[in-house]
Every structure is written in structure tokens, then in C-alpha cells.
């Protein structure tokens, strides 16, 4: 973060436990004010109180049920009146809704609540604050799976893919107006929610699983270089780069005004 934005108060959502609450205490480390958003207020506070007593900084904790508008209508109220907050972690999620045959609609349409619709409302909470400050900076907590469905299961894929393409599209819109946006791409991280999502995480292949202290300062690293998006483990960052030129190279022939020759029939040429 550039020194100018250091003091600037971070919420972050889902900070309770897991990758949220690492982000809390290494923003708190380095100097910045906190509110801590998730639904266990117990644990919050508690994690509030070691943090300002160990890093002498301010932290708000706001208990809410971000599946539920009424609760979630008061972060967006305090993102969009408290002047102090400069940052926005858009990290509560959830997992483990199972592959799309099995048709668990409720928890497909809690996920689509956590995982969707809070950071878009989120966001646009803030966002116009923001836009007439001119600084400050988002981060949208996705995962490698909006890049790799074959990893996991279908809903869950979909609600990271939309972050990322989310973000991208975010980026476009601010360009040059001083807010920074990052995408954060975790691979497998030992978290709370393997067991939140009935999978043992000692059962998934030890070589694919990363301490959550480390995801989140390579995630950190990754914000302080102003990468627009984050892959902590992918060790060639120009594989990343090359994906995004083939993307970009698709462009000019995505729209036209006449279909592919491959899709027109021998009958429609001969008339
Ligand atoms: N761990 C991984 O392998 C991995 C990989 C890629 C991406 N991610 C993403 O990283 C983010 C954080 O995941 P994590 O691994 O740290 O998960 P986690 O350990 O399960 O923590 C999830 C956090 O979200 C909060 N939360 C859950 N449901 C909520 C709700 N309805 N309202 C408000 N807060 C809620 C939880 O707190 P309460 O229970 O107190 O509400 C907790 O603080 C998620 O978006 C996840 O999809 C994780």
C-alpha cells in the first residue's frame, strides 16, 4: 500500500477466521484501523481486543449475516458514511454446496447471496465514496477455480468466476482514478472451511495446500505491486500473462455481423 493510503480503515467480510482473519491482523500490523465483518461476534471481539492491544490500532467489529439484506443493509450504510474507510476485502465466502446435479437450491442461492451478490453490493456501496475521495482500493477474495472448473464443484466455480471477470470490469471502469483493484486467486488454503464444507483437508494432496499466513502475505505482495489479479502459488507469472493475451486476442472476432464459415450450411451457400 502507498504511504499516502497507510491509515486508511480497512472492512474486511468474513474476517472471523481463516484467510479474512490473517488479513486483519497483518493490515492491523502495519498501522491501519479495522472493521471486522462476519456473523460470530464472540469471536470477532476477541480477535479485535488481541489486536488492538498487540498493534495499538482502532478495530469496529459489526456482526452481520451477509446472506441476510437487512444485516448486510448496515455494512453497506457504513461503507458508504464512514469517510475513514479507504479499503474494502471482499473475502466472505462459502464452499461445499455440492456439484449443480444435486440440486441443493437454498444453499446454491445462500452461496450465490455470500459469494455474488454481497461483493457487487458491497462495492457499490463504496464505491462512489471512493470515486470523489480519488484513492483507496478494493480486493476481491476469488479463488483458481474461476480459472479451473475441473477443480471443484459447479456453483461454487461460477460464483468465483463472476468475481473475477467482476473485478476485471471494475478495473476498467475506475482506470485513472486512483482506486486501486486486485483480484486474489488462492489455490487450496488450510482454512475452517474444508470442514465448513464436509471435506477432511489432510485427505487433499499435501502438495497442493497452502498455510493461509503465507496465501495471504503473497496475496498482500501481489496489492502492494499493483497487480490488477493475484495467483499466490503460480510460480511464472508470464504463464498468467500469456493466458490473458490469448483471451485478449479473441476480441476482434467476438462480434461481427456474419457467423463463422464452420457454422454456415452447404445449403445456405448454394442459395
Ligand atoms: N480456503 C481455501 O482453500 C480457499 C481457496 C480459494 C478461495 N477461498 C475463498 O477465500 C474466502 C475466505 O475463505 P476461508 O478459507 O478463509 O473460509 P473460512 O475459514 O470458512 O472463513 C469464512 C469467513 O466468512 C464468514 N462467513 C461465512 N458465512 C457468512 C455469512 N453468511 N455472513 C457473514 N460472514 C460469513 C465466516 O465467519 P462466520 O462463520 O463468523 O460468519 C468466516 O469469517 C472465501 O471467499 C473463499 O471462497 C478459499
Redesign the pocket.
Known amino acids: 500500500m502507498s504511504p499516502s493510503h497507510k491509515l486508511d480503515t480497512a472492512l474486511i ?10 488479513y486483519a491482523q497483518r493490515l492491523a500490523q502495519r498501522g491501519h484501523d479495522l472493521v471486522l ?4 461476534q464472540a ?2 471481539q476477541s480477535l479485535a481486543e488481541q489486536l488492538m492491544r498487540e498493534c495499538g490500532v482502532n478495530i469496529a467489529v459489526l456482526a ?5 439484506q437487512p ?1 448486510r443493509a448496515l455494512v453497506e450504510q457504513r461503507l458508504r458514511e464512514d469517510d475513514n474507510i479507504g479499503l474494502l476485502i ?6 461445499g454446496t455440492g456439484p449443480i446435479v444435486a440440486q441443493q437450491l437454498e444453499r446454491f442461492e ?1 452461496m450465490i ?3 455474488v451478490i ?1 461483493p457487487t453490493r458491497l462495492t457499490s456501496a463504496i464505491l462512489p465514496r471512493l470515486l470523489a475521495r480519488g484513492h483507496g482500493g478494493i480486493i476481491n ?5 474461476a480459472l479451473a472448473p475441473e477443480l471443484f464443484d459447479g456453483t ?1 466455480n461460477a460464483s ?1 468466476s463472476y468475481l473475477l471477470n467482476y473485478t476485471l470490469t471494475l478495473h476498467k471502469e475506475v482506470a485513472g482514478r486512483g482506486i486501486q483493484v486486485q483480484a486474489v ?10 470442514e ?1 464444507s464436509g471435506i477432511d483437508a489432510n485427505t487433499l494432496p499435501a502438495h497442493m495446500i497452502m498455510e ?1 499466513d503465507e496465501m495471504v502475505d503473497a496475496a498482500l505482495a501481489g496489492y502492494d505491486m499493483g497487480e490488477l489479479v493475484t495467483i499466490p502459488s503460480l510460480p511464472d507469472v508470464e504463464d498468467w500473462n500469456r493466458y490473458t493475451v490469448a483471451r485478449q486476442r479473441l476480441a476482434p472476432n467476438l462480434s461481427r455481423d456474419h457467423a463463422a464459415d464452420r457454422y454456415k450450411s452447404d445449403i445456405s451457400e448454394d442459395a
Open positions: 467480510t468474513g474476517a472471523s477466521t481463516g484467510i479474512g482473519a490473517t465483518v462476519a456473523r460470530d469471536r470477532l452481520a449475516d451477509l446472506t441476510a444485516e471482499n473475502n466472505a465466502g462459502m464452499a445462500s447471496q455470500l459469494n454481497t477474495i476469488a479463488s483458481v477455480v461454487y468465483k486467486l488462492p489455490g487450496i488454503t488450510r482454512t475452517e472451511i474444508w465448513r493461509v
